[in-house]
């Protein structure tokens, strides 16, 4: 029997990560099976290793959602994908187009590595329709870091606020989801001011931003309305959550968007609420996006030869030393590259 390399959890831990060999699995009906080229790490994934974060996980446990790899097994009557094709994944699965699944008092939130098993594996078995064609202008590192980083900032500035030319979005911070919402808000004629650190900024410049703000000053509210002749942003990725939803009320344009997507700073968010009301704000939660959204994104990254941002590589056995690393605050994406059969064509 053929053996892989997969990381397993047995419990809540950094230190119950484990490398085991495993069984190749065997596709079954409507299903694939994929030589995983890469996995993209978030910062979600982290939260998961760490803390579990309040959901039901199924031990031994495999962590990560984001991976790009070739099609590599047909089960029976799967025929979304040919042998040999190059696949992405779709972080909520599930969610192929419309409203997300849920309800009022239990909203949805069925995830890869999360409510799924994850694919930090050489070898994963999936549903067929739990998958896109990857671009072929990205190799599978670079393919791997969209499905969630960078569907969720395309989702929000393009699918839900529908950014336009001339159009002004601040961006805090300079992780995945930020360098993606700076490209996308490009590719769209904004004009982008980010927050960040100096020493990162000059980087951030060096990608297409118009303004930076140092994140540490004081007075960075009155430098955002200097900047914009006191109109603020049409646009706001608010991707740290806490407290700072108040400052991004308070930086929004009369009729502004806020796109709340991480929850780094507390998953208690607090506000004013007379700017919130005075100025007409729109405040919408993204939880990454559907599938039709994930290929609509595709087809333009792929059209404008757009390549996402990668601070660092690290092999299959190094996890551990890539989620360090995810603590420092990284400039983009952290990706796992496996030594698996994902670039050497063929089938298994």
């Known amino acids: 029997m053929r053996t892989m390399r997969r990381w397993e959890m047995d419990g809540i831990g950094r ?28 910062h979600r994934d982290k939260m998961v290793v760490e803390t579990g974060r309040g959901l039901s996980l199924a031990f ?47 909203p949805g939130y069925r995830t890869l590595g999360g409510f799924f098993a994850g694919v930090l594996a050489e070898y994963v078995v999936l549903p067929e329709h739990w998958l896109v064609m990857a ?48 490209q996308f808000a490009k590719l769209h004629g ?13 980087r951030a410049r060096e990608l297409g931003a118009d303004h930076i703000i140092d994140r540490h000053r004081k007075d960075g509210l009155d430098a955002l309305y200097a900047l914009t002749g006191d109109r603020g942003a049409d646009h706001v990725l608010e991707t740290v959550g806490g407290a700072y939803l108040g400052q991004s009320v308070q930086a929004a344009a009369v009729g502004g968007h806020i796109y709340q997507i991480g929850a780094i ?30 290929e609509d994104m595709v087809r333009a990254v792929e059209r404008v030869g757009m390549a996402p941002v990668l601070d660092s590589r690290f092999p299959m056995p190094a996890l551990p030393d890539a989620l360090d690393r995810l603590d420092k605050g990284p400039f983009g994406k952290i990706v796992i590259e496996m030594a698996g059969g994902a670039n050497q064509g063929g089938s298994i």
């Open 190 to 202: 904004a004009t982008v001011i980010m927050s960040c650190s100096p020493e990162k900024g000059d």
């Open 15 to 42: 230190d119950r990560l484990i490398l085991r060999e495993r069984p190749i699995p065997v596709p079954g009906r409507h299903e694939v099976l994929v030589a995983v080229g890469a996995v993209a790490l978030n």
């Open 60 to 106: 031994p446990f495999t962590p990560g959602s984001d991976l790009a790899g070739r099609i590599v097994a047909l089960g029976e009557d799967a025929e979304r994908f040919a042998i040999g094709d190059r696949v992405i994944s779709c972080f909520t699965p599930e969610w192929v187009d419309g409203l997300r699944a849920g309800t009022a008092r239990t």
């Open 265 to 294: 700073d507390g998953f208690d968010l607090s506000s004013p609420a007379m700017p919130l009301m005075m100025k007409d704000v729109t405040i919408h939660g993204i939880g990454t996006g559907h599938r039709r959204a994930l």
């Open 135 to 182: 671009p072929e202008s990205l190799d599978d590192a670079e393919a791997s870091t969209l499905p969630c980083a960078a569907l969720t900032a395309w989702f929000a500035l393009v699918e839900r606020g529908h950014v336009r030319a001339g159009e002004t979005v601040l961006i805090r911070g300079t992780g995945g989801v930020a360098l993606f919402g700076l």
